[in-house]
Nanobody, 114 residues
Framework: QVQLVESGGGVVEPGGSLRLSCVTS????????MFWYRQAPGEEREMVAR????????WYADSVKGRFTISRDNAQNTVFLQMNNLKPEDTAVYYC???????WGLGTRVTVSA
């Protein structure tokens, strides 16, 4: 069955960095685009970044552009989110998702606080 498992979250001070990973299984990873979403307390889930399947095309929300980088390793069936210069407003649970499906991971929590 399809599985997506996020990891790499934690507590970090403003200006710090984290690298999130989403390890997948149960489907042909190299054939699909992948998303990172996040949901802050009391807020709706929002798209953060997208990476296409076989090209380096990426997309970012304006709020993270220039600070976050999405990448993928098709050999490891894994999508990454490198987050630099983190801000308190980046505090959220981060989820990965397969494009054009309703398959989500369970999320990993990121807290940015002094």
């Amino acid at each position: 069955q399809v599985q997506l498992v996020e990891s790499g979250g934690g507590v970090v001070e403003p200006g710090g960095s984290l690298r999130l990973s989403c390890v997948t299984s149960g489907f042909t990873f190299s054939n699909v685009g992948m998303f990172w979403y996040r949901q802050a307390p009391g807020e709706e889930r929002e798209m953060v970044a997208r990476i296409d399947s076989s090209s380096p095309n990426t997309w970012y929300a304006d709020s993270v552009k220039g600070r976050f980088t999405i990448s993928r390793d098709n050999a490891q069936n894994t999508v990454f989110l490198q987050m630099n210069n983190l801000k308190p407003e980046d505090t959220a649970v981060y989820y990965c998702k397969i494009r054009n499906t309703n398959y989500w991971g369970l999320g990993t929590r990121v807290t940015v606080s002094a």
